[in-house]
């Protein structure tokens, strides 16, 4: 191995999934809690509304068919089980859209019960606390896991005290259904080689420079390097007989590749199986592969850095799992760097004709990765009339993330909009309020429309989405919401409320010349109009 000579070696001879990277990310994870989402971890694409329709429709559909087949015991309801909630944002708007779904459809008489899970308590505090998630847990529809997704061990859940799965807990009496969005590429992965029929495993070294090493730790793991070699294995390698199926369909199948196998992922698929006795649904959607594996498996694999780090996912390997078991699975027709996914055991999907038509207008047609690819495309940066904008904010399904992104080019639009844009605007501002999910040093969206309806001279309106904004921490400097509450109140001539609100933010702000001077002219006012 060539060392430059500032350069230690950390450890050595090691397959990837046993590696000291998994301990850092870990203690990423713990360390971090919900912080781990501000400006670190990318989470976005799998936290929106519009996946969190896609998945609810796809789940609802399921559940119809297993109604209609007779399969439902209504002794029990769904469970379904979140792997790596992270944030909660995703966990908010799903139920909240299933909670519609089901009354759009007359389902009242279906039970769920929706489990967030992590391995951190941080995170599990964070949710049990947080105002957007309290009318779920109130009504006893939400509960929580702490939880490792890749460990065999039973679900144990803290609000109900039930605790799900083998290993002295309950069997359930219907299927688990699972959602995996950025997990899958987050646990550990191992990497074979395949050439001339044989199989090697990867074994991976790891070194860093001495100026990155901190009380005898890299500083994090985007300063370490990993370089790969191989030596032969043989077919009984994880002494598993359902994984080595998998790592042996490969080297029967392919060869001269790199592989890439997702086995955190098997290991945690294989703990769902017997906490389901073979009865499961998973949805994920993550960044991976279907196909192609040819393609993505040409080289050592790339580990991308964003605090935590994470690899492609093999969804083909976890596909070829589930049909081990006589499942199935299921795949977008195009390859998108986004893949959303879903796998089954217990029924195919050709026996399911309400989950497959869901799969093909939602993971399909226009799923979330096609979604992510045209945002991600236009960026937003081109002018476009009002009712385009409009357009757009409602096939996002009013996202928060998108109104933010909007909000200049909707201001900037105004002038030039037909009363009923305007009015169409103001009509769908209620349903992206709805949405909002807070998150420390996030954008307040509640703020933001406030300053919206303020520009546009709906003052009353205004003040209620501001005063809606002050319940929540930092996200936006009060000092503005309250100044923006006085100059609303004072063109309202509201001039007692807005000396309140003038003198809240001079106390925040003592030096702000603006705030002094519409305090002392607001006062001015009143005193003449007594």
């Not at 109604?67 to 995703?90: D, T």
């Not at 790339?302 to 969804?315: Q, R, T, W």
Request: one cysteine or more; a negative charge.
């Amino acid at each position: 191995m060539d060392l430059s000579k500032d350069e230690v070696i950390l450890q050595q001879d090691m397959p990837l999934s046993k590696s000291w990277l998994w301990d850092m990310q870990h203690e990423f994870f713990e360390r971090e809690g919900i912080n781990a989402w501000v400006n670190q971890v990318p989470f976005y694409i799998t936290s929106n509304p519009y996946i969190a329709n896609s998945y609810a429709n796809i789940i609802i559909r399921f559940m119809q068919d297993r109604v209609k087949r007779g399969s439902y015991n209504p002794l029990e309801p769904f469970y379904i089980i979140e792997l790596g909630a992270g944030s909660g944002k995703f966990s908010f708007y799903i139920i909240k859209r299933l909670m519609e779904l089901r009354h759009q459809l007359g389902m009242e008489t279906i039970s769920f019960v929706y489990v967030m899970t992590d391995f951190t308590s941080k995170n599990i505090q964070y949710w049990k606390d947080h105002p957007a998630l309290q009318p779920y847990i109130q009504q006893k529809i939400l509960d929580f896991a702490q939880y490792n997704a890749t460990k065999m061990q039973p679900i144990q859940l803290i609000n109900s005290g039930i605790k799900l799965g083998h290993m002295g807990g309950q069997t359930t009496l219907n299927p688990i259904i699972a959602i995996a969005n950025y997990v899958f590429d987050t646990v550990p992965h191992d990497v074979f080689q395949i050439k001339d029929d044989q199989l090697a495993e990867g074994i991976v070294a790891l070194s860093t420079l001495k100026q990155h090493i901190q009380e005898g730790k890299p500083i994090a793991p985007g300063y370490i390097r990993t370089r790969f070699a191989y030596q032969p294995i043989s077919s009984d390698y994880y002494q598993q007989p359902d994984i080595d199926a998998v790592l042996n369909y490969y080297k029967r199948s392919y060869d001269d590749i790199n592989l890439l196998f997702p086995i955190g992922s098997l290991h945690c698929l294989q703990n769902l199986r017997q906490l389901s006795q073979n009865e499961l649904l998973v949805l994920a959607t993550d960044k991976g592969f279907t196909n192609y594996l040819n393609e993505y498996n040409l080289d050592d694999p790339y580990i991308a850095h964003h605090g935590s780090f994470s690899l492609l996912v093999n969804f083909h390997a976890l596909g070829q799992y589930f049909k081990y078991w006589g499942g199935d699975c299921y795949y977008q027709m195009i390859q998108q760097n986004i893949a959303s996914c879903a796998f089954i055991m217990g029924n195919k999907f050709k026996e399911l004709p309400e989950t497959s038509q869901a799969l093909t207008a939602y993971f399909d047609h226009f799923g979330p990765g096609n979604l992510f690819n045209i945002y991600a495309d236009s960026k937003l940066k081109h002018k476009r009339s009002l009712q385009a904008l409009l357009g757009y904010l409602n096939t996002s399904l009013w996202d928060p993330e998108v109104f933010e992104q909007l909000a200049p080019l909707i201001a900037e639009q105004m002038s030039q909009s037909y009363p009923r844009e305007q009015s169409d605007l103001i009509a769908i501002l209620p349903h992206i309020a709805a949405n909002y999910y807070y998150i420390p040093k996030g954008c307040n969206t509640l703020f933001s429309i406030g300053l919206l309806l303020q520009n546009i001279g709906k003052y009353e309106a205004a003040i209620s989405y501001y005063k809606q904004a002050l319940l929540y921490p930092d996200s936006n400097e009060h000092f503005t919401t309250y100044y923006n509450i006085g100059i609303c109140s004072h063109a309202l001539n509201k001039y007692q409320d807005a000396i309140t609100m003038f003198s809240y933010a001079v106390k925040l702000a003592p030096d702000d010349i603006l705030a002094q001077g519409w305090l002392l002219k607001t006062r001015s006012q009143y005193s003449a109009n007594l």
